[in-house]
């Protein structure tokens, strides 16, 4: 559902599921940028998906803590090196949350942890 949105959102899917030790990166994807202020042309985009039946146990989102986060950046690392992309390359790290059939787009939902 997740790799779905993303598609219908502009996002080239480059990997799902990557794993690395303890630590695992639900979708890896490109999205390219038009317009941006920065003279950015695409961001390598890591996202964690996060799933919920209901609101009983709080937004998915919040699943995502320090340690989670810490270990997506760890994985994001040795993806964009041994995928040879410059060390220049933009990143961002999102969340989507999903409740049911309803789905909760964080984009930039947290900075590099190291």
Same mark, same amino acid.
């Given at each position: 559902?997740?790799? !779905?949105?993303?598609?219908?959102?502009?996002?080239?899917?480059?990997?799902?599921? $990557?794993?690395?030790?303890?630590?695992?990166? /639900?979708?890896?994807?490109?999205? @390219?940028?038009?317009?941006? @202020?920065?003279?950015?042309?695409? $961001?390598?985009?890591? +996202?964690?998906?996060? $799933?919920? %039946? !209901?609101?009983?146990?709080?937004? @998915?989102? /919040?699943?995502?803590?320090?340690?989670?986060?810490?270990?997506?950046?760890?994985?994001? %690392? =040795?993806?964009?090196? /041994?995928?040879?992309? @410059? +060390? /220049? +390359?933009?990143? %961002?790290?999102?969340?989507? !949350?999903?409740?049911?059939? =309803?789905?909760?787009?964080?984009?930039?939902?947290?900075?590099?942890?190291?």
């Amino acid at each position: 559902m997740a790799v !779905s949105f993303l598609v219908n959102e502009g996002h080239e899917i480059l990997a799902r599921n $990557y794993r690395l030790r303890d630590s695992e990166i /639900d979708i890896i994807s490109v999205e @390219p940028q038009r317009d941006n @202020p920065f003279g950015i042309d695409k $961001y390598v985009v890591f +996202t964690e998906v996060k $799933y919920r %039946r !209901s609101e009983i146990h709080g937004n @998915p989102y /919040d699943a995502v803590d320090f340690s989670k986060k810490k270990k997506i950046c760890r994985a994001a %690392r =040795k993806f964009l090196y /041994d995928n040879k992309f @410059p +060390t /220049d +390359t933009a990143l %961002r790290f999102d969340v989507i !949350s999903i409740w049911n059939e =309803k789905i909760e787009w964080f984009k930039n939902a947290f900075e590099y942890v190291s």
